[in-house]
């Protein structure tokens, strides 16, 4: 019998979201309702409208970030920020990160892609996420 891994973060790596060095990448996605982050195995990953903008992997006690820069190949005038090193470096970066997104989209659509990330962000997020919020929380659930 094999047992399924863990999926989920080390209380480590929670922590340097909530309130640590990683904070800055998650009060970005908190500030931006384009961006939807996922929790993997001790890694996070940020996507926009379905792609991956970043991911965060924890390699023993440091973090590495990473951004696919092939999205920067659908313009020519285009060039990708230097590698930033830090969180809020990164965080500061999702704009230019977004932008060639955009261009990339443009020339190569990921519309199911897209799709499935704007119904997870209104499942979530949306009118009916928060009336049954709301109906637990009154219901004292």
Not at 17 to 42: F, K
Not at 98 to 106: I, R, S, W
């Amino acid at each position: 019998m094999s047992i399924a891994p863990r999926r989920g973060l080390s209380p480590e790596f929670f922590s340097a979201l909530q309130s640590g060095e990683l904070a800055p990448i998650v009060e970005r996605v908190r500030a931006d309702r384009t961006l939807c982050l996922e929790i993997r195995e001790d890694s996070i990953n940020v996507y926009y409208r379905g792609g991956s903008l970043l991911k965060v992997e924890r390699a023993g006690s440091k973090y590495m970030f990473g951004f696919d820069h092939n999205y920067f190949n659908a313009s020519p005038t285009l060039t990708p920020p230097p590698s930033p090193v830090d969180a809020p470096t990164w965080a500061d970066a999702v704009p230019a990160f977004k932008n060639a997104m955009d261009l990339f989209f443009g020339r190569v659509p990921k519309d199911e892609r897209e799709i499935q990330q704007h119904l997870l962000r209104d499942n979530n997020f949306g009118g009916v996420a928060r009336s049954i919020v709301g109906k637990c929380a009154d219901a004292g659930g």
